[in-house]
């Protein structure tokens, strides 16, 4: 079975940057596309950037346009999320998910991690 492991959030100042991973173990999951999302403090899950495993194309949500960046590096099994200029809003847990559509909808993706803490001081 396929686990999803987010790692890299942390508490920082806005302005400031951090650089999300999502390393992925076990059997390896068939399907082609890879997902951030974030649950802000009393809000639904927003997806936020996705990207596809073979060509890399990636989209991204208004809220995150130009600040954040998805990449991927199949041989390591690893999606990133770079975060930059990041904004109180900002603030959240940040989850990772492997799905077959190329949507920033959460219903369609099968395989999630745990997530990670993100906050954003001002």
């Known amino acids: 079975q396929v686990q999803l492991v987010e790692s890299g959030g942390d508490s920082v100042q806005a302005g400031g940057s951090l650089r999300l991973s999502c390393a992925e173990s076990?059997?390896?999951?068939?399907?082609?596309?890879r997902g951030w999302f974030r649950r802000a403090p009393g809000k639904g899950r927003e997806g936020l950037a996705r990207?596809?495993?073979?060509?890399?194309?990636?989209r991204y949500a208004d809220s995150v346009k130009g600040r954040f960046t998805i990449s991927i590096d199949n041989a390591k099994r690893t999606t990133y999320l770079q975060m930059n200029n990041l904004k109180p809003e900002d603030t959240g847990i940040y989850y990772c998910?492997?799905?077959?559509?190329?949507?920033?909808?959460?219903?369609?993706?099968?395989?999630w991690g745990q997530g990670t803490q993100v906050t954003v001081s001002s």
């Open positions: 998910a492997a799905g077959s559509l190329g949507s920033l909808d959460s219903a369609d993706y099968g395989y």
């Open positions: 076990g059997a390896p999951v068939r399907t082609s596309v």
């Open positions: 990207i596809y495993t073979g060509t890399e194309t990636r």
